[in-house]
């Protein structure tokens, strides 16, 4: 059974910083494209920030550009979102995803395992 666990939210003032981490367990997803996702209350879930099998190739939302970093560790099955000089509006519910092809997109539906979310809240 495939399993995405994310972990590393909570709550964090303004200007704060958090690192999420999403561990895959079930099968190995070296060769996988992984993002990070979000939705906020009242709004569809969107993209954060993906990376390609090799994590050479990463795209950014616009809002969290300069602000997030997105990396893996495949020997550990693992990928991070470092988020730095939080703001009020980055408040959501963050999602791990995986693609079963190498090559990144920003479309949801080309992530076919999803972890359960966790909550980040950024107070002002």
């Known amino acids: 059974q495939v399993q995405l666990v994310e972990s590393g939210g909570g709550l964090v003032q303004a200007g704060g910083s958090l690192r999420l981490s999403c561990t895959a367990s079930g099968r190995t997803f070296s060769g996988s494209a992984m993002g990070w996702f979000r939705q906020a209350p009242g709004k569809e879930r969107g993209h954060v920030a993906v990376?390609?099998?090799?994590?050479?190739?990463?795209y950014y939302a616009d809002s969290v550009k300069g602000r997030f970093t997105i990396s893996r560790d495949n020997a550990k099955n693992t990928v991070y979102l470092q988020m730095n000089s939080l703001k009020p509006e980055d408040t959501a519910v963050y999602y791990c995803?995986?693609?079963?092809?190498?090559?990144?997109?920003?479309?949801?539906?080309?992530?076919?395992?999803w972890g359960q979310g966790t909550q980040v809240t950024v107070s002002s």
């Open positions: 990376l390609d099998w090799s994590g050479g190739n990463t």
């Open positions: 995803a995986a693609s079963t092809r190498p090559i990144s997109t920003t479309t949801l539906t080309d992530y076919a395992y």
